[in-house]
């Protein structure tokens, strides 16, 4: 059962409607409001907003409530942060510029918000139902913990799966064409519908999200159970998360204990599940524990810094197989497996190796692909007309197209 009844609910979701249509409005300006102090005023703004939100919910239900949506937002918002790692390993892999990735994270978090809110209504009422799921829900959150000290790159691989353009899982379901299309998720080319990067960088955020999602809505069930608070405290920690990426994304690499924190965060809110029928932790010390955690972290990374600290954050990885390219012409006008076959295909690429020509992963057979694995050409270039991008199977990453 919920504090909150529908005249609570009314006043969300109005709030929510405001802020929903400024951060848009935003959001459609692209690059124009993507400079560091203009991110840090909206960041600022959503925090403020939310902060105002837990005094308006402290003034109307009591004290206690308000220190306890405000310990759920706290630990969402810090949990939320290290979104922010594959965020920037995402606009990386995709090449997607800055002006457009206000788009990309923008949309992102709109899916978010839908998504966490089923997974928050049926966590809510699997613990209504079933109250022995504490320890489940306890259990998750101690492998998460685990995940966030040793699974970094698992999440790296997860993210560099769905993002490699010629490879994504995504292609699986529509073809994808890496070239950009202005702010257009899709894009029509020679009159076949296709992806561009955009979309294949929003699949990627909401994948990733859905992997946090499944951390942080058991560890705000250990600070509160009750739907209003749960979901409104995710909804104003999503919110600021677009901002907050454009005033963190280059300094958020060199928290270097964040992942340490928030790892000892989660066993914290485990800890706090497990023993809720034992120990009552006040909402003012669960409140004060997950902010010294984060605090902390940040300063404890501040005063011992990575030794490597002069190496740029995560640069777009490069092409290490460029002494592989041939002076090749196309080994044929089609693919050459589809054509001994009698299949159809989609788009042609051509081996910068041999001149081997096959189809791309968007075809039924993906010839291109069995040919680099068959013969170990990691490069490939496209030889549809208009276009000249090249990719490297092995590196994952497009290489610069041509001289001339």
């Not at 009844?5 to 405001?18: H, S």
């Not at 080319?189 to 561009?196: E, F, K, L, P, S």
């Not at 979309?199 to 069930?221: K, M, R």
Request: aromatic share 10%.
């Amino acid at each position: 059962m919920s504090i909150a009844g529908q005249a609570e609910w009314v006043a969300f979701w109005c709030v929510i409607t405001l802020a929903f249509v400024a951060d848009a409005l935003v959001a459609q300006r692209g690059g124009r409001a993507s400079g560091p102090r203009s991110a840090a005023l909206w960041s600022a703004l959503w925090i403020g907003l939310a902060l105002l939100f837990g005094a308006g919910i402290a003034w109307r239900f009591g004290a206690d409530v308000g220190l306890t949506y405000l310990t759920a937002y706290a630990l969402e918002k810090s949990l939320s942060v290290d979104n922010l790692f594959l965020f920037i390993l995402v606009f990386s892999q995709t090449g997607i510029p800055p002006a457009l990735q206000h788009r990309a994270l923008f949309w992102g978090v709109f899916g978010a918000l839908l998504m966490r809110g089923v997974l928050i209504g049926v966590g809510v009422l699997l613990l209504e139902r079933f109250h022995w799921l504490i320890y489940p829900f306890a259990a998750l959150l101690v492998f998460a913990a685990g995940r966030m000290l040793w699974g970094e790159n698992k999440e790296r691989q997860l993210v560099e799966s769905t993002c490699a353009l010629c490879t994504s899982w995504v292609g699986r379901f529509i073809p994808i064409t890496p070239v950009l299309h202005g702010s257009r998720f899709l894009a029509r080319v020679d009159g076949r519908r296709m992806a561009t990067p955009l979309l294949v960088a929003l699949v990627a955020i909401e994948s990733a999200d859905l992997v946090f999602a499944l951390d942080s809505i058991p560890a705000v069930f250990a600070v509160t159970t009750d739907p209003f608070l749960v979901y409104t405290s995710n909804v104003f920690a999503l919110f600021g998360l677009r901002s907050l990426y454009f005033v963190l994304a280059g300094a958020v690499q060199k928290l270097r204990f964040l992942r340490l924190g928030l790892a000892v965060m989660l066993l914290f809110v485990a800890a706090k599940m497990v023993l809720a029928g034992v120990v009552e932790v006040p909402p003012a010390l669960s409140l004060a524990v997950v902010a010294c955690i984060f605090t902390v972290a940040v300063v404890a990374s501040k005063l011992v810094p990575e030794r490597s600290s002069e190496t740029p954050a995560m640069p777009r990885p490069s092409c290490t197989h460029t002494d592989q390219i041939r002076d090749v012409a196309p080994s044929s006008t089609g693919c050459e497996e589809c054509l001994k076959l009698g299949d159809s295909w989609v788009h042609l690429r051509m081996c910068l190796s041999c001149g081997h020509v096959g189809c791309c992963d968007s075809s039924k057979n993906k010839h291109a692909t069995r040919h680099f694995r068959g013969s170990g050409h990691p490069l490939m270039q496209s030889i549809e007309p208009g276009e000249s991008w090249r990719w490297c199977y092995v590196d994952q990453v497009m290489l610069d197209p041509p001289d001339g």
